[in-house]
């Protein structure tokens, strides 16, 4: 069935309060749930109480067992009501150990656990699961005391105690009202790490983080981001935190990367567990953000919580915004931001420009679990940076607190928060909401020309919003665009930054008292999410990216330069380098850069973005033009890479920006060294290997080794597996390097992997680590044979059998087959039919495989 953002009605019934009562057991759970009901408006509906794989054991309305006045609709059960008020009570039997779709209340290591964002708290007991029915929740659970010693859920611990036959109990209390996506329970042999945090009004916050004892030592980096976390939602936003406990468990088994239940979030131990032999730079950045992003949503969707699913973005795209500046005011602004665009063109905007395109604010869906997208998240983050831009700081800030103070306490919608920013701030953003309603990434076309007179310049701008599946015609959008003119001559810029908001298809902007020749620097700071085309020349972006003051923009520059070299090789056969190695040689010779920076800005773009940018894609002529140049790069600057990779040597691990910049450069550098005809480059790689003191650089060495296929590779990679056999984040990267070698039979090497007694499809990390990677890895996945659609379709149809959503998640690289070369094009399809022609597909498959096909 399609539901649709149009149809929401308001709910028939509301659940003031509910109270359950758990006795656990991990194949054999008893949920007793005590729901006052109350009729919400005047009509005649029966009270329908959603379910999904639960049998009702016993139904009663005001304290009398009902056998015949209740009936099961499907999944659903349904309950005739006289008057407005009634209190019912249902009892069901649950098996989390058998719960492979981790949703509900399921086993993971030992614990008991839950899931219920989206709808996985009508698996665990009848009710509206719907984010607009808000509840006060009193859970009493109870449990083998020496199996499960730890019993958590939201809010308060209220009662506690020891009962006969060796168990025991647990009372808790969340006294905010809140949607039942938000409820969480865990049971288990846990141990806390625990501090504290006192917030700006001076009340004290009893902090825990949860995991197995053995892991304690490995939590302090998520316990330091948590209080920054705090300390900076109530500096920046004027948010406090409201329970006096915040909890956070980490556990092994998880869909996603974490959950924001009230007081007690559940994180995938993969985003908590970190210390320097284990994690690299990147997953303590990651962990950072992941524990930012749901603290954050204390108030960013807890407090204020979302109408229905179609707003999701409401609450994920804002949360978003606020990790990243999180984030940004943790290390470098400029780096982050590099970061962040990375992964909005890696994943986002190819699934604007696919079959899967959707608005940030969709307007139908099958399956909300297949709404958890870049879309929504990072697109609509973007969304939000472009309203802070577009307002201002103390606008937004108003904006902020009055959507705050108004929707406290509400289900609230996107334009409830638009509303809010035009309230505070005055300004009309009519025009501004299209970019909830309209998919697509707009394509913005700037020309400036110079009038030969000089002092004068007019920049001619134009765009178009692509057509999407159900969205032929589009309106023009407002895009903020940050414009500065820098002197050709001096470098420096000739005037102030200009905010240019684009929002007709045509504009002109004049500029004038220029005393120099300009060269035009445009969308500093990505300021929108838009694919640029300007007509600057190679000697242009050369120029800004040595010059242009916007750190951002100088990275986009040599981006630029970058990719018309390569799709100029891809076009013709051959590769004119001299420009790249020549702005390549300026970046690494500048003095004042830091190592982080110029660690992303000499990188290539990747094969998967310089394929989004041609109309048809053909993967080995991409990845030939793109190492040719890189091998041009590593030769040409063959002695800088080596000076560089020795400068940056470190002689002990710190974790600081200026410590982690310099692995990353060197990690870099090393991969260059590799393709420089260096004839010891192995050898290199290999030392860093042994002597390496964190994971970053042994990481970085064994990718180094995998990709570029060296002799030492097997030795390398079973000694690292013999080291790391009993730690399965760690062992998850090792699956990970070899799924994304970029040479060598990679596609027979993942094959075999699938057969290692260490793979499991049960375990969503795992399952991403092999197939999840390999599927992004564009050489070897779109190999000529067919077999690694074929590999990735297999992996689809077991899969689902055990997790749906974790199988709908491998479907969008095969849903990019109208791209590719007609003999590709036809394998694809055919794997993507073959899906659909499976029997007992899950929805979640189904409508991502239906989609695809178009
Ligand atoms: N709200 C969680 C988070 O961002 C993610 C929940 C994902 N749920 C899902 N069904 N995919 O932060
Ligand atoms: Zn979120």
């Known amino acids: 069935a399609i539901i649709r953002r149009e149809d ?37 509906h029966p009270l329908r109480l959603d379910g999904d794989e639960i049998a009702p054991l016993s139904v009663s309305v005001d304290g009398e067992e009902l056998h015949d006045a209740w009936r099961m609709d499907g999944p659903a059960l349904v309950i005739d009501l006289a008057g407005d008020d009634h209190l019912i009570e249902t009892e069901v039997q649950l098996s989390p150990e058998t719960n492979s779709k981790l949703m509900g209340l399921y086993a993971s290591g030992g614990l008991l656990c839950t899931q219920c964002e989206a709808e996985g708290f009508r698996r665990i007991t009848f009710f509206p699961d719907r984010p607009d029915v808000l509840s006060r929740y009193t859970v009493r659970m109870e449990a083998d005391q020496a199996a499960f010693p730890v019993l958590l859920s939201n809010g308060d611990h209220v009662d506690g105690g020891e009962l006969a036959g060796g168990r025991h109990y647990a009372l808790w209390r969340d006294p905010f009202l809140k949607p039942c996506y938000l409820f969480a329970l865990v049971a288990g042999d846990l141990a806390a790490n ?7 009004s001076g009340r004290n916050i009893d902090l825990g983080i949860w995991v197995r004892s053995a892991d304690l030592p490995r939590t302090e980096h998520a316990m330091d981001a948590l209080k920054a976390s705090m300390a900076w939602d109530e500096r920046t936003y004027g948010r406090e935190y409201d329970l006096a406990v915040f909890n956070i468990v980490a556990v092994d088994d998880f869909n996603f990367g974490a959950m924001e239940n009230k007081g007690l979030n559940i994180f995938n131990s993969r985003y908590i567990l970190a210390d320097p032999e284990t994690a690299t730079d990147g997953d303590y950045d990651a962990i950072a953000g992941v524990v930012a992003h749901e603290y954050f949503h204390n108030w960013s969707g807890n407090r204020v919580t979302c109408r229905d699913w179609f707003q999701l973005s409401l609450k994920e795209g804002f949360t978003v915004f606020r990790d990243q500046q999180f984030s940004a005011d943790q290390g470098s602004a400029a780096v982050k931001r590099i970061e962040d665009v990375r992964a909005l063109r ?95 990434t707009p394509r913005v076309k700037a020309s400036l020309i110079a009038e030969p007179t000089g002092g004068r310049a007019r920049l001619t701008l134009s765009q178009t919003v692509p057509p999407t599946p159900g969205q032929d015609t589009k309106q023009p959008m407002p895009i903020p665009l940050r414009v500065a003119l820098l002197g050709a001559q001096s470098g420096k810029p000739l005037g102030p930054e200009r905010l240019i908001v684009l929002d007709e298809a045509e504009s002109e ?18 300021s929108a999410p838009i694919c640029l085309e300007t007509d600057r020349s190679a000697a242009d972006l050369a120029f800004l990216s040595a010059h242009d003051p916007d750190p951002f923009a100088r990275y986009e520059a040599m981006q630029q330069l970058m990719l018309d070299t390569l799709l100029a090789g891809v076009r013709t056969g051959t590769v004119e380098s001299e420009s790249v190695v020549k702005a390549v040689r300026n970046t690494l010779t500048d003095p004042g850069l830091d190592a982080a920076f110029v660690g992303e800005a000499v990188l290539l773009p990747s094969e998967a973005f310089i394929a989004e940018q041609l109309d048809e894609i053909d993967p080995d002529a991409i990845a030939e033009v793109r190492e040719s140049l890189r091998r041009t790069l590593g030769t040409e600057l063959a002695d800088l890479w080596q000076e560089i990779y020795a400068r940056n040597r470190a002689n002990r691990y710190e974790y600081t920006p200026s ?33 390496a003191d964190n994971m970053t650089d042994t990481i970085g060495a064994l990718g180094v080794l995998t990709n570029n296929a060296a002799p030492e590779r097997e030795q390398a990679l079973a000694d690292f597996y013999e080291r790391y056999r009993a730690d399965p984040l760690v062992i998850d990267k090792w699956f ?119």
């Open 346 to 440: 890696a994943a986002q905007f190819p699934e604007d420009a696919g079959p899967l395109a959707h608005p940030i604010r969709p307007e139908s869906y099958i399956e909300i679990t297949n709404f958890y997208t870049a879309t929504i998240y990072n697109k609509g983050a973007e969304i939000i940076r472009m309203l802070k831009l577009i307002l201002g700081e103390e606008a937004f800030r108003a904006g902020t607190d009055l959507y705050f103070e108004r929707h406290d306490g509400q289900a609230a919608t996107c334009e409830d928060f638009v509303t809010a920013m035009e309230d505070a701030s005055g300004a009309d953003l009519t025009h501004f909401r299209r970019w909830y309603a309209q998919a697509g």
């Open 736 to 854: 990970t390097t070899q799924a994304l070698a970029s040479h060598g039979d990679t596609v027979g090497t993942v094959e075999a992997l699938a057969t290692h007694p260490d793979f499991t499809i049960a375990n969503p990390n795992r399952l991403r680590s092999l197939v999840g990677a390999f599927a992004v890895n564009q050489r070897a996945f779109h190999d000529p044979s067919g077999r690694g659609y074929r590999f990735v379709a297999d992996m689809v149809l077991a899969v689902d059998k055990l997790n749906p959503q974790a199988a709908a998640r491998l479907i969008p690289s095969l849903g990019r087959w109208r791209k590719f070369e007609p003999k590709r094009q036809a394998l694809m399809q055919a794997e993507l039919r073959r899906i659909l022609d499976a029997p007992g597909l899950s929805k979640d498959v189904f409508e991502q495989v239906s989609k695809s096909l178009g």
């Open 8 to 44: 929401y009605r308001a709910p028939d019934w509301l659940v003031p309060e509910i109270a359950l009562d758990f006795r656990l057991d991990p194949a054999a759970t008893r949920v007793t749930a005590r729901l006052t009901v109350r009729r919400n408006g005047v009509h005649t």
């Open 659 to 691: 410590a982690k910049g310099s692995r990353r450069l060197r990690s870099v550098a090393l991969g260059y060294i590799a393709v420089s005809g260096d004839e010891d480059w192995a050898s290199l790689a290999l030392t860093q290997y042994r002597d």
């Open 194 to 200: 625990r501090d504290s945090f006192t917030t700006m």
């Open 509 to 526: 902007v004049l500029f004038d008292g220029l005393s120099e020749a300009p060269v035009l620097s445009i969308n500093r700071g990505f």
